[in-house]
């Protein structure tokens, strides 16, 4: 069963950066197009970022020229680089498959506080 494992979060101070790390197993993450999400409690979940197996990659308004989406085909990892951070950028973050979405993983909490 495909599994998807996402590690990387923690606590910044608004104005920092992280880096995000999305495992995947039993998929290549090059042959498909792949999300970052991310959802704060009591709301739905939201895609902010993702990158298709061509072509430009994608992301939402309110992430544009801050987050970055990669992916490195030799490790099997989609990586989301977070600059510039923002309270409102708090949430729990996951990947998946945006067009065949697997079982959810975990998640990894990010949370930007001062």
């Known amino acids: 069963q495909v599994q998807l494992v996402e590690s990387g979060g923690g606590l910044v101070q608004p104005g920092g950066s992280l880096r995000l790390s999305c495992a995947a197993s039993e998929r290549y993450v090059s042959d498909y197009h792949v999300g970052w999400y991310r959802q704060v409690a009591g709301k739905q979940r939201e895609l902010v970022a993702s990158i298709p197996r061509c072509c430009s990659t994608n992301y939402a308004d309110s992430v544009k020229g801050r987050f970055t989406i990669s992916r490195d085909n030799a490790k099997n990892t989609v990586y989301l680089q977070m600059n510039s951070l923002k309270a409102e950028d708090t949430a729990v973050y996951y990947c998946?498959?945006?067009?065949?979405?697997?079982?959810w993983g975990q998640g990894t909490q990010v949370t930007v506080s001062s």
């Open positions: 998946n498959f945006v067009a065949s979405v697997v079982p």
